[in-house]
């Protein structure tokens, strides 16, 4: 079974920047597109970004221009570079495999990392 670990989230003022990894065990990891999600508390889980398995990238227009989306497909493992971080981008962040616009189309998710941005 494919699992995902997410890490690199924590506690970062307005305007800072964190980086988020998500490792994928299992194989097959360069044939599928890949995403970020995010949930606050309260709010529906919500699409911030994809990437492809041939590179093509799509971005919340909350997060364009901000965030970052790659990949490193010798290591498994998906990125999230945020900078210009705001409040309103505390949640906890979410990756997953292949390409959903609708959340609850996915079948597993791993346990998150939290990202809080306040001052």
């Known amino acids: 079974q494919v699992q995902l670990a997410e890490s690199g989230g924590g506690l970062v003022q307005p305007g800072g920047s964190l980086r988020l990894s998500c490792v994928v065990s299992?194989?097959?990891?360069?044939?599928?597109?890949m995403v970020w999600y995010r949930q606050a508390p309260g709010k529906e889980r919500e699409l911030v970004a994809v990437?492809?398995?041939?590179?093509?990238?799509l971005y919340d227009d909350s997060v364009k221009g901000r965030f970052t989306i790659s990949r490193d497909n010798a290591k498994n493992t998906l990125y999230l570079e945020m900078n210009s971080l705001k409040p309103e981008d505390t949640a906890v962040y979410y990756c997953?495999?292949?390409?959903?616009?609708?959340?609850?189309?996915?079948?597993?998710w791993g346990q998150g990392t939290q990202v809080t941005v306040s001052s």
């Open positions: 997953n495999i292949g390409y959903y616009s609708d959340w609850s189309k996915y079948s597993y």
């Open positions: 299992g194989s097959g990891f360069s044939s599928y597109a």
């Open positions: 990437i492809g398995s041939g590179g093509t990238l």
